[in-house]
């Protein structure tokens, strides 16, 4: 059997936005008012209230780790005046986890901001490194004995948003479609398929490296801080492709895959961890990313069912950073068939082990997503090991949550 590292973490991850309910005061929120045909986060599945609930489902199920991520917009409502009752409610919710022994990794931003901050120009505004670095001064001051934090969740698709919507703005996107709703509807079938925020086929200018740059810059000034200020082990998460060539397709790999990954792989050489978050994979031919063709296999969120792709994305990412251990901070599927997520699931984990076998320093597995929850304008890609009556809040652990506690009780997968 493999040996895993002492303290390996098997758990599930979350985002603030995604489950909490009633965001008010971030750009997201602002935005599922007006774009067409994306639906709003509203309740979300109230977690905010019920965190407890949620991380107990996880602890009995025989997790030993939990991903969630605090959220800036409620910190922060208004420049320069933080919440303390909101810093109060996330390390509350930090000592939940640790007193269900579920070692808690927390994220400081998970694509939702602050309305006035993205109205300030958010992540190219001219004063985004002050004005993030002054939240992450006062987020630490509850993180102290948190062992992991993440600065910034998938700043690559953060990069290919902030692209796509600049060129939205300005009327000039070009080949590329309206980041919205008929892009995604397009994505399947037209041209370049990829990843919006979340997973969601779309047609996207890739992302300008000037823009990944910037927040590379913002990641290094968060984890200064965040190393001066607890003894948290401290990195970025990435979106990974697990992009292959095909024939003829070599030399454009690499300048896809520096373009949408290596750039922000190489801005992790330093960290304590990679977090690799992997769904699918892509092929590239000369021409650039081929889509994903129409297949009865794809998840519902148009992808092809690629769960090998996690060991080419710990593989990448571990070669890329020159060797920086690696958190699988996302990994997962959407789908409304628990067995298919369990299948899915065990053929990932396959792939993790053998890299571990290989050498490569890996130190946990986060199952994306521990509830069904709003994925970024829409509500039917589930992706939980529980579901959530979204009237009641009723919680319903699907098999997938026992089978994936099982394994991580027995430290690997059964035979
Ligand atoms: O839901 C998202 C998450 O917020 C970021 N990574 C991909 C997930 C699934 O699409």
Redesign the pocket.
């Known amino acids: 059997m493999t040996q895993l590292r002492p303290g390996f973490l098997w758990g599930a991850a979350t985002?603030p936005h995604?489950i909490e309910g009633n965001n008010v005061n971030s750009d997201w929120w602002a935005r599922e008012g007006f774009m067409p045909g994306m639906e709003r986060s509203g309740d979300a599945v109230d977690s905010y209230h019920r965190y407890r609930e949620d991380m107990t489902l996880l602890a009995e199920a025989g997790l030993n780790s939990y991903r969630f991520g605090i959220e800036w917009a409620r910190i922060e409502p208004v420049p320069g005046a933080f919440s303390r009752a909101e810093l109060a409610h996330y390390r509350r919710m930090i000592d939940t986890a640790l007193e269900l022994r579920l070692s808690p990794v927390v994220t400081l931003n998970?694509?939702t901001l602050p309305k006035w901050f993205a109205d300030e120009g958010g992540w190219l505004g001219e004063q985004a490194i002050d004005r993030f670095t002054a939240y992450v001064r006062e987020a630490t001051t509850i993180l102290g004995d948190v062992p992991w934090v993440a600065t910034l969740?998938?700043p690559n698709?953060l990069a290919m948003m902030i692209t796509a919507m600049r060129a939205f703005m300005s009327g000039d996107l070009g080949e590329w479609q309206s980041p919205t709703v008929e892009a995604d509807a397009a994505g399947d079938a037209a041209g370049d398929s990829e990843?919006l925020?979340?997973?969601?086929p779309s047609v996207l200018p890739p992302p300008d490296p000037e823009i990944g740059r910037k927040l590379a810059e913002v990641h290094a000034a968060a984890r200064e801080i965040v190393r001066e200020r607890t003894d948290a082990g401290v990195g970025w998460t990435v979106?990974n492709g697990a992009y292959y060539a095909l024939p003829g397709g070599e030399q454009k790999l690499e300048e896809i895959r520096y373009i949408r990954e290596d750039l922000y792989l190489e801005a992790a050489r330093g960290d304590d961890f990679i977090g690799v978050?992997s769904?699918s994979s892509q092929g590239v031919d000369e021409n650039g990313l081929v889509p994903h063709p129409p297949h009865p296999d794809n998840t519902l969120?148009g992808t092809a069912y690629r769960p090998d792709s996690l060991e080419t994305a710990i593989r990448h990412s571990w070669e890329v950073t020159g060797g920086v251990p690696v958190m699988v901070t996302?990994n997962?599927i959407?789908t409304a068939d628990d067995e298919r997520r369990i299948a899915y699931t065990g053929a990932a984990l396959r792939g993790l082990l053998a890299a571990v076998d290989d050498g490569i320093d890996v130190r946990g597995y986060l199952h994306?997503?521990a509830l069904d929850?709003y994925?970024?304008g829409h509500w039917e890609?589930t992706?939980g090991l529980i579901a959530v009556d979204r009237q009641t809040f009723e919680r319903k652990p699907k098999p997938s949550l026992g089978w994936l506690g099982d394994v991580a009780r027995r430290g690997g997968l059964p035979d």
């Open positions: 985002a995604q998970h694509f969740n998938e698709m990843e925020t979340a997973g969601r979106a978050q769904y969120v996302e997962g959407a994306w997503t929850n994925e970024w890609p992706f």
